[in-house]
């Protein structure tokens, strides 16, 4: 369960960054087996000095049109997966996820 788990978060991970890579609102996500923190951030979120340089409004912006996806991100940044998503469910984070760019696209990180 926890390698499925663990490969699915990484997936996750890196379909969000992707998915949001040329845009105004570059996500970083910091990756954990099961749970994720992404930020609005050009730059890797590493340890707590970084993330003073992310953008929490352009990321609450993200989170909201997300949600309008279909997709529930935390405000905070905090994303759950469980084995309970498949790859499909992947499939459409990633596509929501470029289309909720598309939506905030006027936010600029800072």
């Given at each position: ?7 699915m ?44 340089h ?21 405000p ?35």
């Amino acid at each position: 369960t926890y390698p499925r788990l663990e490969t699915m978060a990484a997936r996750r991970g890196d379909a969000l960054e992707e998915a949001t890579a040329e845009s105004a609102t570059p996500l970083y996500v910091r990756r954990d087996t099961g749970v994720g923190h992404a930020f609005v951030s050009a730059r890797p979120v590493l340890r707590y000095p970084d993330t003073l340089h992310a953008n929490g409004e352009a990321y609450r912006l993200f989170a909201g049109a997300m949600l309008m996806e279909g997709i529930h991100l935390m405000p905070k940044g905090i994303i759950y997966l469980s084995t309970a998503h498949t790859e499909s469910d992947l499939d459409r984070t990633y596509e929501a996820a470029r289309r909720a760019v598309r939506a905030t696209r006027a936010v600029r990180p800072s």
